[in-house]
Structure formats: C-alpha cells, structure tokens
C-alpha cells in the first residue's frame, strides 16, 4: 500500500507528462475499440441487407454474381429469367410469396429496378425492418418512379420532378419520350435501396416497347398514350426473391430450382450467399485491427519512453529512497507499478471516449450512412483486450524499470557539474 502511494505521488508530481500519456494510451484504446466496434456493426448490417428473403432466383451463374447485380446493383446477369419460368415457380406450393426484379437500365449513374408494389412490403433488412417513404407514395401510374434516398440527395429531386431513364448502364441514349414522375422518396436504409430507382415493371415494359432488340426502331416510336393501352405484361425478368411457407422446405424448392428442366436457373439462400461475399472483401478487418493495433503498441512504447527519459532527473528520488531502506526490487516494482496505473486509467478513459463518442455520434452515422452500431456493455473480448493493455503496460516498463534497478546510490548522490 505505501508502494502504490508513494506511485500514485510520483506520478501527481510529474502530472503534466503523465496526463499526456495517460491521454496518448486513451486515445489508442478508444481508437482500436472504436474500430472493432464499427468493424462488427458494418459485418452486421451487410449481412442485414437482406433478410426474411429465403431465396433469390436467377439466370445460371454464380451464387455472388447472382447475390451481387440482384441485391447490391453490381454487375449484369448473364441471362434473364423468362415470365414463365417465374409464374411456373410461383405457383408452386413452398412459395408463400415472390417478388420480380427487372434491371437493365440507369438514371445519371444510379440503377433502375422494376418490380412490383410487392417489394415495398417484403424487403426486408436489419434483421426485420421493412421500407418507408419521407416523402410521396409508392408508384400509381404507369410512369411513377420511387426514389432510393441517395438518388434524391444527390440529385436533388422532390416529389413531382420528372426523371427520365437512360438505356442501359453506360448509354448516352435516353427514353425522353416517356419522362417519369417522382411519386415518392425512400427513407435512408444503408442498403442498396438508397441508390436504387424504383419504377413498376409495366413501366420498364412501356419504355421498351419501340426497342425490338436493344435498339430502337427509326420512325415507329410509340407515344406514351399510346403504351397505356398495350399489353405490357413482361417477356423475362432478371430475378426474383422467395419466400417459402415453411424454412423446412427452402432446400427442396432450392434444389427444385436448380434442377429446373425449362432453363437453367440458380437459387440461392442469402445468408450463405452473403457470407461467401464477407469472406472476399473481408479483407480489409484486418488491415484496420492491425492499423488499430500499431496505434495501441505506439502509445505504450511513448509511455516507455518517457519512463526511460525521466529517468535521468530522477536519480536523485532513487537514491533517497534507497537512502532510506528502498531495495532495488522496490525501485523495479514502484516504476512497473506507475505504468501499470498510467495504462489502466488509459484503459478505463479510452473505453468512455469510445461510449460517449457512440453515444453521440450514433444517430447521425445511422442517418448518413445506414450503418447501425449498437451500445452494448463491453464484451468478454474487450475486456481481455484492456487487460492485456495494463499488462502490456508492465512489460514495456520492465526495461527502463532494470535500469533503474542497476543504478547505484552514490551515482544517484553525486553531484554533476
């Protein structure tokens, strides 16, 4: 108990280096908890993306390409889905319920998707949350378009402006002659959705209808008063998600699929799908633990350093305690034991920067980026993690500790000039 008074005093008299290190370590801490934090949030709503959907439906391919230009608007699928395979698979009794998925055409670099009033209702992601408007309604007319909440930021759209769909992904080519209106605006979902077109797959019929082979026909465009009274019923989608009666019977109807006798198709679960995914662009976790980690072993070895340089000024404070009975062993264990202290107050500090930091900066991440980073107590992993910090603390501690220990006491008495 005297030893850690007389530790606790050393450092008080030396508080302003002290403090910055103490300050240096919190910092380090927070900044590798931090990064693990958000490291799990970002595994979590990527694996959120999609959920309640048990299979998606596409062209032969591979299961991420499949998971990537359906769900994340990446890529191009290698085939589309014709209307009656999805109407034949539809009706199958393991489907509860399925929503089409038609891509193909862009707007200003943003993606356009056409599908059904349906999607609104079941996709789903972050573990259950469904879609919701901050402005306008779902698409009525013909040539309605719902704006994922990035398009209208960045864009600068309001409810009412017209848009007109480009083309394909790259075409200088656009469908003017059949303008859209903005019916409505998503809420931010952190999801692909914010990035997204939304228009009804009768409207991406309507526009194409005088594009007979992915070009359009010299002298024979149709008006748009003209397409409403088409037929517009779809030829081919590009996929579709499924939700099945009973999860017992997702792998009988995957299977089903899959050995689908019409055209070949692919089903996939999404979860599994996803994690294929994480594991290839995971890479990047632990380039930023090993960043955090450098950051960490930086702020102990300062806090060595300054020891080590204190040491010098502090000869004649060894050599009185030896004076007075102080072993060496108790010089060892008294600079062991500020480090020590300096690293567990780092520890304590910078796990209440990463809290409070959360605490206020989690709903602004969550409306600007859709990243949702919980406010859970400190897991087992943390706190071994902060464990491993004070002792750490005492190992780099150990070499400006024997040199103090190898000091004598009449080095530490005589007087330089």
């Known amino acids: 108990m005297i030893l850690f008074r007389i530790a606790v005093r050393s450092l008080i008299s030396r508080r302003i280096t002290a403090a910055l290190t103490i300050f240096a370590i919190a910092l380090s801490v927070g900044l590798f908890l931090g990064v693990e934090k958000v490291r799990k949030g970002a595994r979590a709503s990527f694996a959120d993306t999609i959920s309640n959907t048990d299979l998606i439906v596409g062209a032969r391919s591979g299961g991420v390409q499949l998971l990537l230009y359906s769900v994340f608007r990446i890529g191009n699928a290698t085939n589309n889905v014709s209307w009656e395979s999805y109407q034949d698979i539809a009706g199958r009794d393991e489907v509860d319920w399925i929503v089409p998925i038609s891509l193909g055409d862009s707007h200003r670099g943003y993606r356009v998707m056409g599908t059904t009033g349906a999607y609104f209702d079941r996709y789903k992601y972050r573990g259950g949350r469904g879609l919701a408007l ?183 404070e060894m050599a009185i305690l030896r004076a007075v009975g102080a072993g060496p062993s108790t010089i060892l264990l008294m600079l062991m034991l500020e480090a020590v202290l300096m690293a567990a107050i780092g520890a304590v500090l910078g796990t209440a920067f990463l809290y409070t930091g959360l605490w206020v900066a989690r709903p602004y991440i969550d409306a600007a980026f859709g990243l949702y980073l919980p406010i859970d107590a400190p897991t087992v992993e943390e706190g071994y993690f902060l464990l491993a910090i004070v002792v750490a603390g005492a190992a780099v501690s150990l070499a400006p500790a024997f040199r103090a220990y190898a000091m004598s006491l009449a080095d530490g008495m005589t007087v330089r000039s």
């Open 134 to 316: 901050s402005g306008g309604d779902r698409f009525s007319d013909l040539f309605d378009a719902v704006l994922g909440s990035d398009v209208a930021a960045q864009l600068g759209y309001q409810v009412g402006d017209p848009i007109i769909v480009a083309h394909g992904l790259s075409s200088f080519t656009e469908h003017d002659d059949k303008p859209f209106r903005v019916s409505g605006i998503l809420g931010k979902t952190g999801t692909p959705v914010d990035r997204t077109v939304i228009i009804s797959l009768e409207g991406i019929e309507a526009i194409h209808v005088d594009w007979p082979g992915g070009a359009q026909t010299p002298g024979q465009t149709v008006s748009a008063d003209e397409v409403r009274r088409m037929d517009l019923t779809p030829e081919a989608i590009t996929a579709a998600m499924i939700g099945v009666k009973s999860r017992l019977k997702v792998f009988n109807l995957q299977r089903a699929i899959n050995e689908y006798d019409e055209e070949p198709l692919l089903a996939i679960l999404p979860g599994v799908a996803l994690q294929e995914l994480w594991d290839i662009v995971g890479v990047a976790e632990t380039a930023l633990i090993g960043v955090s980690a450098m950051v960490v072993a930086t702020a102990l070895l300062g806090m060595a350093e300054m020891i080590f340089s204190g040491l010098n000024e502090r000869r004649r």
